[in-house]
């Protein structure tokens, strides 16, 4: 395909992610795919993040009602453009390919090997958990708008939807099975963590009390000694 049919496929994805996650593909064109989108994802996030910024700056000089202090913070907060354009970059080019490869692969596991919900390779689950990130690519810019932040959990819903669509289509298994392996991957992924923390809290918490109770000790009479000349 090329990068106008792309782009069409990703914004269909969107609307019709039964029709348009059918499409087989290896992992590099997943990633190719992804890349793909990801540079119109990250131009719009940048574009609308330093035109915030700029609009801000701009407004600065007409808000005299502002406190002095409160216009440094501003300048402090508004001027390092720079900053917009590295998140931009970090996320759409190392944060979701990672994330993409990670989830796929946990999803793989639980629905091949534990839930048995399917016979195809990581390939297959790889895209479509690619096809599930095109919602979160496409608007990650509202990240930047203040008053439309609240959409984001709704992107996060989306997301969902067309990943277990996605999945049940690539995998050639059921909606409700595609489901119950997203459900179960979270919910191991979550137990683990807990198990993680609870690991972490138990090394932790001897240590601390140990060194609570050095200091709170005092050896007798330390506090007597008298030094002569």
Do not use: C
């Amino acid at each position: 395909m090329g990068y106008g049919s792309d782009i069409g496929k990703a914004w269909n994805l969107l609307w019709h992610p039964e029709r348009e996650s059918k499409q087989r593909m290896d992992i590099m064109s997943s990633l190719k795919f992804y890349y793909e989108i990801g540079i119109v994802g990250m131009l719009a996030y940048v574009f609308v993040g330093v035109g915030l910024l700029a609009l801000g700056i701009s407004l600065l000089p007409y808000t005299s009602f502002i406190p002095m202090q409160a216009h440094f913070l501003a300048y402090s907060v508004f001027l390092p453009y720079y900053l917009v354009v590295f998140a931009g970059l970090l996320v759409f080019l190392v944060l979701f390919p990672v994330n993409i490869a990670v989830n796929a692969f946990l999803y793989q596991l639980v629905g091949k090997y534990l839930l048995k919900s399917w016979a195809g390779d990581y390939s297959r689950t790889f895209a479509a958990v690619t096809f599930s990130y095109m919602p979160v690519v496409l608007f990650f810019w509202l990240m930047v708008v203040p008053f439309l932040k609240v959409l984001i959990a709704v992107l996060a819903i989306w997301q969902i939807a067309v990943l277990i669509i996605a999945l049940s289509e690539q995998q050639r298994t059921t909606r409700q099975a595609a489901f119950v392996a997203w459900l179960a991957t979270l919910v191991l992924v979550a137990l683990f963590a807990f198990l993680i923390m609870a690991f972490v809290l138990q090394a932790v918490q001897p240590l601390s009390l140990n060194s609570t109770v050095q200091a709170s000790t005092v050896p007798y009479g330390a506090s007597h000694i008298t030094h002569y000349p």
